[in-house]
């Protein structure tokens, strides 16, 4: 009897492919259950193995799905460029299902074409609304541009119309038969949103993001497999969608640091999509008002300037700290005296990011991670906002047992009460994750909005994005500084970035004013009216020294013993000094030194290849080290 031995990726498993065998023979890419120390896990045949010289237990049941070749191609490239597992990279994929007609003797799909996966066909010709997309003159010559290139950036302003166009592109991709997929930060995934895209598109839009429910997401996926999903739209996750017959990526807000992952694997979906675009052959537009330095080098681009109204911003800039101050009570009474709404940004959540004793200055942190606390006053509670340990919020200090604990940096949920004392009429909602925790949350809250429920909101980086209403006449922002000063090459990119996003709420339809609190007005006003001189200077500063001109990768050491972190830590800054081409640009104690109770300790490697950093990676490989290339979070 014929017995025949594969090679198993684990999913979710750091450990390599281990090798099975079965009587029968199995589709590369199928979807089945092994045994391993007695567990039963779900694996992905990778390949036909030579039998090896150890005995091999056998693949348990196969089951109806199976990864697709560019699924596999893809995670193959996310294991080796971004370090981890073959299992822990395909896991990231939902895969195709065999829903087809099966043939018994090779349990081969009878409608598989080359690629070994089912496409179904179901749902027959897209029909949707007739609702007509009229594009100016200038977004005609967008959409031309981007017909012509493989990968492209619309660079349009806040306003400018690049939803119109991404639909556009979309009717004629679907037009012939294929599909779109619409990537978009989580954040910005809105009620207003949805209504835009299924008001052209009807019911061949699908959602798709964190915040369904396990039931939604079935009858999500059923519609995807159905082949009745035309339009695939959500967060970075929807990459991995099983979508038949995909003809478009669109990446909108592509600047957006929700794109990298912040856990294994550490991918960038960004770069992700341009990548898997390139596999399948399709196009790729990459969209932002204030796109990426690294996109804006790469990537041809189109300039889309402008909007569809003549509304005016004013900006006026407070030089002071992050403080709620007399003339922003002002603006906010006067701007609700007038009927307009406004909205008022805060870097910080809760109600303090730091508690501090008054009489001893100690410092409130949290016991398992090197992190001040924030104090949460609704809960009468003190919450870190790394690892989410929480306590009752101390009366007393409690070290010194005396002194009174005093806030330090202002948060949303003080800020919002500070403004509900200004007028009992003035109607004031707070706007970040610890309110907005659901999407009927979300739906209810710029519902509200929407229809002059609230007139302000107050709100982390969630008020930059993807919300659209024509009332804001005032936009008020706090704490700019913070970001500017951070030890992070791109702190200048992100402040400015985040400026113009959030002013980009504002003065839709109507003259806006929009106050800055900066000491550092010189630096924004060069920039706010061109946004393209900023990255054009930009690259200037970083030419030879940082991305986009230079390659980096941070390898972070984690371990409740600090010395055994420290130790691998030190042995692999050895080793790498002794390699070529590879440069230590900073090691030791994480500026973060501890989270979940665990020491940390980084090295930052710069190079000009990618390859080079992964030779060297490889080299000094660890359990204790987490790997992230070309990353966007240094503490």
């Known amino acids: 009897m014929t017995v025949y031995f594969y090679s198993i990726a684990l999913l979710g498993s750091p450990l390599e492919p281990l090798t099975y065998q079965s009587k029968v023979p199995l589709n590369i890419g199928s979807k089945t259950e092994v045994a391993l ?7 992905a045949v990778i390949e036909l193995t030579e039998k090896p010289d150890f005995s091999t237990q056998p693949v348990g049941a196969v089951l109806p799905f199976v990864y697709s070749p560019t699924q596999l191609k893809t995670a193959q490239f996310i294991a080796e460029y971004y370090g981890c597992s073959l299992g822990e990279a395909l896991n990231l994929f939902v895969p195709y299902q065999r829903h087809c007609g099966l043939d018994p003797q090779s349990e081969i799909p009878n409608q598989v074409r080359d690629d070994g996966v089912c496409h179904s066909r179901v749902g027959g010709n897209l029909a949707y609304s007739s609702i007509a997309i009229i594009l100016s003159e200038v977004q005609c010559e967008a959409l031309d541009f981007i017909r012509t290139h493989p990968v492209s950036l619309l660079f349009g302003d806040t306003g400018a119309g690049k939803s119109e166009i991404y639909m556009r592109r979309m009717d004629e991709i679907l037009s012939e038969g294929k599909r779109a997929l619409l990537l978009l930060p989580e954040i910005s995934l809105t009620p207003q949103m949805e209504t835009r895209f299924k008001n052209h598109f009807g019911d061949a839009v699908v959602l798709w993001h964190s915040k369904m429910t396990p039931k939604q997401k079935k009858v999500t996926l059923d519609k995807i497999y159905e082949g009745t999903a035309h339009i695939v739209v959500g967060p970075r996750s929807a990459l991995f969608l099983p979508i038949h017959d995909l003809g478009l990526i ?21 770069d992700m999509a341009v990548y898997i675009g390139n596999l399948l052959k399709i196009p790729v537009i990459l969209g932002s008002a204030t796109p990426s330095l690294a996109s804006y080098v790469k990537y041809p681009f189109f300039r889309l300037r402008g909007g569809y109204f003549e509304a005016k911003r004013t900006f006026v800039f407070e030089p002071s700290i992050e403080a709620l101050t007399s003339s922003i009570d002002r603006a906010v009474m006067e701007n609700f005296a007038t009927g307009h709404q406004g909205i008022v940004f805060i870097p910080t959540r809760a109600n303090f990011k730091y ?13 398992f991670c090197s992190v001040g606390m924030s104090q949460h006053k609704n809960s009468r509670a003190l919450k870190c906002h790394y690892c989410n340990y929480t306590e009752v919020l101390p009366k007393v200090c409690p070290k010194c047992q005396s002194g009174a604990l005093r806030t330090a940096r202002l948060g949303t949920a003080e800020a919002v009460e500070h403004f509900g004392k200004l007028s009992e009429k003035l109607r004031v909602q707070q706007f970040d994750r610890d309110v907005i925790t659901t999407q009927n949350k979300l739906i209810k809250v710029l519902g509200a909005f929407n229809n002059r429920e609230i007139d302000l909101l107050v709100g982390t980086q969630m008020l930059s994005k993807g919300h659209d209403y024509h009332d804001i006449t005032l936009a008020v922002v706090m704490g700019i500084d913070n970001l500017l000063s951070q030890s992070d090459y791109r702190a200048r990119e992100k402040a400015l970035s985040l400026l113009v996003q959030i002013a980009g709420r504002s003065g839709r339809k109507q003259n806006a004013t929009v106050i800055v609190q900066s000491f550092n007005a010189s630096f924004f006003r060069n920039y706010l009216d061109d946004y393209e001189k900023f990255l054009i200077d930009e690259m200037k500063i970083r030419e030879g020294r940082y991305p986009p001109t230079k390659k980096l990768a941070r390898l972070l050491y ?16 050895e080793q790498i000094e002794q390699m070529e081409k590879v440069q230590i640009v900073g090691s030791g104690a994480s500026p973060i030194e501890k989270i979940a109770d665990k020491y940390r300790f980084q090295i930052l490697l710069r190079s000009d290849k990618s390859t080079d950093l992964i030779r060297a990676i490889k080299h000094v490989k660890s359990p204790l080290c987490e ?9």
């Open 250 to 270: 669109v990446v909108d807000e592509e600047h957006d640091e929700s794109y990298k992952s912040s856990s294994r694997p550490r991918y960038n979906a960004r």
């Open 355 to 367: 508690t501090v004793c008054d009489a001893c200055g100690y410092h409130v942190e949290c016991p």
């Open 558 to 573: 984690a371990h409740k013993n600090a010395l055994k972190a420290k130790d691998v830590m030190e042995k692999a800054v």
């Open 627 to 635: 790997i992230d290339m070309d990353p966007i979070e240094f503490t």
């Open 37 to 43: 120390s007695g567990r039963s896990l779900h694996g």
